[in-house]
Structures are given as C-alpha cells and as structure tokens.
C-alpha cells in the first residue's frame, strides 16, 4: 500500500490535472491506495466519488439528473462568467445534457494509464518494502530467490465504492 500511495497516488493527481477535468477538486483529491478485501490486491481509485468511473472510463447514452445539471451549469458559469448573458450557462449545460442522452461521455483515463507507465516502478519499491520488511522479521539478509519467500507486488486492481473501476493485477 505504502508504493502505491508514494508511487501512483500523485501520479494519478497530476493525470487529472493534465487531462482537465479538475473543477471542484473531489476527484484529484479523493484518489488514494487501499488493501482489497480479500489482501491479495492494492485497489487505487477515487473510492466516494460516485462519478469517478464516468470520468475514467466514459459513459453510454443516458438521463442526467437535476443535480448534474445544476453542476454542468456552475461548470459553465465557471467556465464562460457571464459571456453569453444571463443564461448563457443554463444554455450551454443544456446543449451538454442534450449530448450525454444522444452519446454519452467521453472518457478521460487517468487511473489505467498511470498504472501502466509505472509498473516497472511500483514492482521495484514493493520489492524494496518486502526486502526491509523481511529482513526487519527475521534479522537474517533477504534471498529473493529463497523458498517460500514472496517476490514482487500482488497486484494494482479494482476501485470500490460507487465510482468502482477495474484494474490490471501486477
């Protein structure tokens, strides 16, 4: 858990930043790295964000609710002030709920892509914790090559909570 949080943690931060789809902060702020039920895997999401999914994966045609649609419309009063007039932002929300029932959403990944990218990485500093932790243990120099002694990482995989998303085991 400890490689993940410092490894893929302010990865994924910064991959949120760099696909923008930052406004209110929930989303970049909620990631974080958590043991699976079963601990056999180390689940990285965005676990009480319910549209977290939504974001990294995209989203089929469907009904918006009124509270995304007052948030679409502080999106775009963000976005445009009061460019268009007074209802400028209600428009433009408008035109974006009308594209979500005809299409959807587009995904903006910013979990799986990370993961990816830094496997190699993750594996390397898991290695390093099970060595310290080891030897920490038993006092005695750590054999990655020794009977019954586990190498490498279990795993980066799902997210739970609302915004549940699957990942890749290592």
Known sequence: KRAAEEIYV??????????????TGALKNGIEARISPSGKKVELGAFDIPY???????????????????????????????????????KVAGRMVT???????????YIMPVVEALKSRFVKQVTKCLRTKFEDINGKPWNPHGRGIPVGATGIGSFGGTGGLSGQGL
């Open 10 to 23: 302010p990865a994924v931060r910064a991959k949120i930043e760099e696909n923008k789809t930052v406004f």
């Open 52 to 90: 977290s999914k939504g974001i990294e994966k995209g989203t089929k045609p469907r009904r918006v609710t009124a509270k995304e649609y007052q948030n679409l419309v502080r999106w775009a009063r963000s976005k445009i002030g009061g460019g268009l007039g007074r209802e400028g932002p209600s």
């Open 99 to 109: 594209a979500i029932k005809r299409k959807g959403t587009v995904a903006h990944p």
